[in-house]
């Protein structure tokens, strides 16, 4: 029989039932392992429990209670994945399997805990995972044995850490329940950093694969693999971009695309890739030129290919929170457990865009680098050189800038594949934009058919326009087609007269106008350039007469010094 788990592509739902699956048998087994009297003997409140104590004890009721019911749900599709052989004779789970199950319900209630216990208190920070010695024994048992071992083990490290900790005896109680809360959620992730290991480094490793290429979903929980997020957050970052929405910068789309594709051949069986690449691609452009809505689309293309071949994929976009902390070492800290765990820890492949990557670095030549923007670089070269994560073909990175404002060192590390984004650049590509992107909702309104719309697209030529220039001018052009007030016909009209009203109402915009609005634009643009530029000449020069009077100063300072010591030489000499 073959160990491979969950061939189904079947969506698996596990849904909280009213009033619990059984959550007399979770209160059951947690007053078996004493973890119960283990809370109440470090709060020791007056009246037994107290309202935060109780409120944690209902979050491991919960927790135990989904986990029991999550247990027996992923065991029978296994079950059933196992029967699909065509054998009447159903062989019982292997080792392998066993030890999935009891994994993957022991993810659930550890995932579930620290959900549950995050707004019951602060989120403790987990510095180490609890030892693996002994733990593949622990998960491989029957769930109906594995959940109570679990809650053992959790009244045996409550009970330790109480005799190590002086909060667990402090005399005020709100901090001694806090600590209950805090050390119970350290458990949990102490715990699941061990599990962890074990799946996504270890022998279950194929099985998360096989996870991953199903829907999972346990109550609030949405698991990709054995990794979980919130059932409600959305699946990716990315804007709703299309690559037949990209004007322009052909060569860069088509770098990425292929880039693209090639990881999505990466053998996550093997764990090897069929090709050697090179998984950076860089572009270098002015702002509004379409770099990040070209990342967008390369990866909505990269998540629309996997999804048609059965891929297991997910596409990160990092962002400034992501890396800039006030925190000594945070940042570095961030970006690293990003890369390995939401990246490279992923069951599937997986694509990341940075933007503006060249505002995380400051040069290592400025005097003024902070140990934080240190930090950032060296996480940032272990990234690209593939000591932090393995350049395997797993993973690929789309990375832009505006500047090169980098050192040569950080420069030769991101842009080893660098291109040019440009945008458009002929009349052609602006039409395109203008006429059949960004206004084809109402196309209707701007009369499309008018052969002079090609001295739109070389108004936007002349004047040097970005895409995020050309783009302000469609949203008021849009603004202006839809500048009306509804009669009240149109509240109580059907689909279609609702549709006759609009398009009544609607204002028409001529090319002639159209060409107005840009070369209006472009005389604001230039205006307010010129006033950027004065406002920079100033600030340069107010800075050089600070210089000079500085270096003036120092002059001064160093022959006032320079005189005393002389005469301090002349008087000692006299002596």
Known sequence: MSDAPLQSPTPITIEPLPGGYDRPGARRLLSESKLPAEIHRVVRAPFGHTVLSLRTLDALVEGFDLAQQAGQAIQAALMEDIARTGSLAIPEPTRDQRL????????????????????????????????????????EVPVPELLPRVAKMAASYLQVQAKQKPEAADPKLE???????????????????????LTHLGRLRPFGVALAKRKVTVGELRFEGFRSRAAGDPVTDLKPI???????????????????????????????????????????????????????????????????????????????????????????????????????????????????????????????????????????????????????GKWFMI?????????????????????????????????????????????????????????????????DLSGRNVESIANNILSHIQDFEYPDEYFQADLDRRREIIDACSRRVGVDE?????????????????KAARDRFEREVEEMVRQLNAGRAATERAAAAAKAHIEGQGLGGEG
């Not at 923007?373 to 690209?384: Q, R």
Request: hydrophobic content about 40%; proline content about 4%; charged content about 25%.
């Open 100 to 139: 999935f199950i009891g994994a993957f319900t022991t993810t659930v209630l550890l995932d579930q805990l620290r959900v549950d216990l995050a707004t019951l208190g602060p989120v403790p920070k987990i510095e180490s995972d609890l030892e693996a010695d002994g733990l593949e024994d622990l998960l």
């Open 175 to 197: 901090v001694r329940e806090q600590w209950v809360v805090s050390t119970i959620h350290a458990f949990a992730g102490q715990l699941a950093g061990a599990v962890d290991r």
């Open 242 to 392: 299309r690559v037949e929405d990209i004007v322009g910068n052909s060569d860069y789309v088509e770098a990425g695309l292929k880039l693209a594709r090639d990881v999505a051949a990466f053998d996550l069986e093997a764990g090897s890739s069929p090709k050697r690449i090179n998984p950076v691609l860089f572009g270098l452009g002015r702002p509004g030129c379409g770099k990040t809505i070209t990342a967008h689309a390369i990866g909505n293309y990269f998540l629309d290919y996997c999804r048609a071949r059965d891929i297991p994929a997910r596409f990160k976009v990092i962002r400034r929170t992501d890396w800039a902390s006030a925190y000594q070492n945070a940042s570095a800290n961030q970006l690293v457990k990003i890369f390995k765990e939401e990246i490279y820890g992923f069951e599937g492949v997986c694509g990341v865009y940075w933007p503006d990557i060249d505002t995380a670095f400051a040069s290592r030549s400025s005097g003024d680098l902070r140990m934080e923007e240190k930090n950032n670089l060296g996480a940032v070269f272990g990234i690209f050189d593939g000591t932090l994560i393995p350049k395997d």
């Open 399 to 463: 990375c832009d800038a505006n500047y090169m404002q980098m050192d040569e060192a950080t420069r030769s590390r991101i842009a080893q594949n660098p291109f040019t984004v440009t945008g458009p650049t002929t009349p052609e590509d602006y039409v395109t934009m203008v006429r059949d992107i960004m206004l084809r909702e109402v196309r209707r309104f701007i009369h499309p058919e008018d052969p002079r719309w090609l001295g739109v697209g070389e108004a936007c030529v002349k004047f």
């Open 514 to 530: 159209i060409v107005a609005r840009i070369e209006k634009f472009a005389e604001f643009q230039v205006e307010a350039e010129d």
